[in-house]
């Protein structure tokens, strides 16, 4: 049976637009986290690798008898020093990837009407990795200085941190909406980030609220999510240090913690996906409202066939 076609180009309040997210996640979802691997599969594997250094590094040095002239062979600093190096990296190229993959694929649902084809997604990528690339390192430019406001307004009890967390829904569902704009009509990233801007305080107090219940159902997922290594590792930890065994210089545990790490870090990156694909629902929401271009295509159908 083929899924019906989630229409997203629809003037819709608050709740039919949360409405229309989990209809399609319910219906898409599969197929959506299929392409995700499959184009994740090697940053993944990396990710892997820079957990398992950094638990490796970190268990090193909880292993190391520091009295005078007591050392470990190895010196264990340099797989923290590596592991961070990887994992910054991977984290980048991630977020390049998420966004990335979950805007074309919301701009390619939206064309084909639901027939997404895998190749027309890269082909979106690869059309604007230019752009892409600029708005990475300016995305990187606005969180820092997101995290200097940050800092600064949290110095004001109370108020401060209702502000901080605006500022932060604020700066991801302009960064969200901005990189919806560059996959629906390729624009240029100055078109896109003034789009961007115009859409982020055409609906303000709407935007914040959405990017609340959103931020808190994905928070919920990542819980999950990390549910079930977590409580692995509670009860071997738990029957570990009943039995004395010592969790610093076992390969098990090792082996343990770098699998519980690395889960923690892909389900932030897969809930970071995921909120794009919340950010395109409301983009096309937003879209609609400012320019009325679907309802009024359809108007001109019926007076046609009329």
Excluded: C
Excluded at 51 to 69: I, K, N, P, Q, W
Excluded at 274 to 280: E, F, K, R, T, V
């Amino acid at each position: 049976m083929n899924k019906p076609y989630i229409e997203l180009r629809n003037r819709n309040d608050f709740g039919e637009t949360i409405n229309t997210y989990f209809l399609f996640l319910k219906y898409n979802f599969k197929k959506y986290i299929s392409l995700y691997l499959r184009y994740n599969v090697i940053s993944i594997i990396l990710l892997v690798v820079a957990s398992y250094l950094l638990v490796t590094g970190f268990m090193g040095l909880a292993s190391r008898d520091f009295r005078f002239g007591m050392n470990n062979d190895g010196d264990h600093t340099i797989y923290l020093i590596v592991g961070a190096v990887v994992l910054v990296l991977i984290l980048f190229i991630s977020a390049l990837i998420n966004y990335s993959f979950s805007s074309s694929y919301m701009a390619e649902y939206v064309n084909s009407e639901g027939n997404v084809a895998p190749k027309n997604v890269w082909q979106k990528i690869k059309n604007n990795i230019g752009t892409i690339i600029l708005f990475i390192f300016l995305g990187i430019g606005i969180y820092i200085g997101y995290l200097i406001v940050s800092i600064i307004f949290a110095f004001i009890p109370l108020l401060g941190i209702l502000i901080q967390y605006g500022l932060s829904f604020l700066v991801t569902a302009f960064f969200g909406l901005s990189f919806m704009s560059i996959f629906t009509d390729n624009k240029s990233l100055g078109l896109a980030l003034s789009e961007g801007w115009q859409f982020t305080f055409l609906s303000f107090w709407k935007l914040i609220l959405f990017g609340f219940v959103i931020g808190i159902l994905n928070l919920m997922l990542t819980m999950l999510i990390i549910s079930i290594p977590g409580f692995i590792i509670s009860i071997y930890v738990y029957f570990s240090l009943e039995s004395n065994v010592d969790l610093a210089t076992s390969v098990f545990a090792n082996v343990i913690f770098t699998l519980g790490f690395a889960m923690f870090l892909l389900s932030f990156l897969f809930s970071q996906a995921l909120s794009q694909i919340a950010y395109g629902v409301l983009y096309y929401n937003i879209y609609e409202q400012k320019n009325n271009v679907f309802l009024r295509n359809k108007i001109e159908q019926i007076g046609v066939n009329e």
